[in-house]
T-cell receptor, first 113, second 110 residues
Framework: EAGVAQSPRYKIIEKRQSVAFWCNPISGHATLYWYQQILGQGPKLLIQFQNNGVVDDSQLPKDRFSAERLKGVDSTLKIQPAKLEDSAVYLC???????????FGSGTRLTVV | KNEVEQSPQNLTAQEGEFITINCSYSVGISALHWLQQHPGGGIVSLFMLSSGKKKHGRLIATINIQEKHSSLHITASHPRDSAVYICAVLSGGGADGLTFGKGTHLIIQP
C-alpha cells in the first residue's frame, strides 16, 4: 500500500512570503493530521481532520496558517505570511479511524530566511 | 494537558548493547506510541500500546498504566538502529492528536 505522500520535500522562502504544503493520505484513511516539528522538539499538532471536517485546530495560528481538506482526501496547509519562527518540518499523518494507528509522511522541511 | 518526558535525551552505545529508553506522562491515556525518526524527518510508527508488552524483532515495548510509564528496549543493538526515538501519547477525549515527547537521540557505534 502506498504511504502518506507529501510535497514539496524542501522549501526555502523569505519572511512575509506565502507557502503551501500538500498531503495525500493513505487511501481510505478518514483522519488526517498536520504536525509542526521545530528543530530539537517533538512534533506539535496543528490541525486534525475527520473526513473533510475539522476536529481540532486549537493550536493552529489562525492569523497566518490555514488548512483545508475539501473532498475529505488530500489536504493543503498554507502559511501567509511566513515568519522566521515558522522554520520547521511539517508532518502529515493519517489513520484509518480516530485514535487508530498512525502512518506519517516524510515531511516538508521549511526554511524561512 | 499531558506532559510527556523522555529519558535519556541522548544515548551513545556500542554495537550489541541492550538499550532502554524511558517515557513518562502526567495524565491518563488511551494509547501510547513509540516512533522512530531518521535524519530527514520521516517518522515510522514502531508500536502502539494500551497495556502490557509488545515485541517486534529486536524491539520490545512495555507500558505500566498505573505508573504512567513506558519503556522501549532494543536488544543486540546495531548501528542501523541509530535514530531519534519518540514517545507520543493519545489522551483521548474529543480530539485524537498525539502529544509528543522531545525524543531520545540514539547513536550505536560499531
Amino acid at each position: 500500500e502506498a504511504g502518506v505522500a507529501q510535497s514539496p520535500r524542501y522549501k526555502i522562502i523569505e519572511k512575509r512570503q506565502s507557502v503551501a504544503f500538500w498531503c495525500n493520505p493513505i487511501s481510505g484513511h478518514a483522519t488526517l493530521y498536520w504536525y509542526q516539528q521545530i528543530l530539537g522538539q517533538g512534533p506539535k499538532l496543528l490541525i486534525q481532520f475527520q473526513n473533510n471536517g475539522v476536529v481540532d485546530d486549537s493550536q493552529l495560528p489562525k492569523d497566518r496558517f490555514s488548512a483545508e481538506r475539501l473532498k475529505g482526501v488530500d489536504s493543503t496547509l498554507k502559511i501567509q505570511p511566513a515568519k522566521l519562527e515558522d522554520s520547521a518540518v511539517y508532518l502529515c499523518a493519517s489513520s484509518l479511524i480516530r485514535a487508530g494507528g498512525y502512518t506519517f509522511g516524510s515531511g516538508t522541511r521549511l526554511t524561512v530566511v | 494537558k499531558n506532559e510527556v518526558e523522555q529519558s535519556p535525551q541522548n544515548l551513545t552505545a556500542q554495537e550489541g548493547e541492550f538499550i532502554t529508553i524511558n517515557c513518562s506522562y502526567s495524565v491518563g491515556i488511551s494509547a501510547l506510541h513509540w516512533l522512530q525518526q531518521h535524519p530527514g524527518g520521516g517518522i515510522v510508527s514502531l508500536f502502539m500500546l494500551s497495556s502490557g508488552k509488545k515485541k517486534h524483532g529486536r524491539l520490545i515495548a512495555t507500558i505500566n498504566i498505573q505508573e504512567k510509564h513506558s519503556s522501549l528496549h532494543i536488544t543486540a543493538s546495531h548501528p542501523r538502529d541509530s535514530a531519534v526515538y519518540i514517545c507520543a501519547v493519545l489522551s483521548g477525549g474529543g480530539a485524537d492528536g498525539l502529544t509528543f515527547g522531545k525524543g531520545t537521540h540514539l547513536i550505536i557505534q560499531p
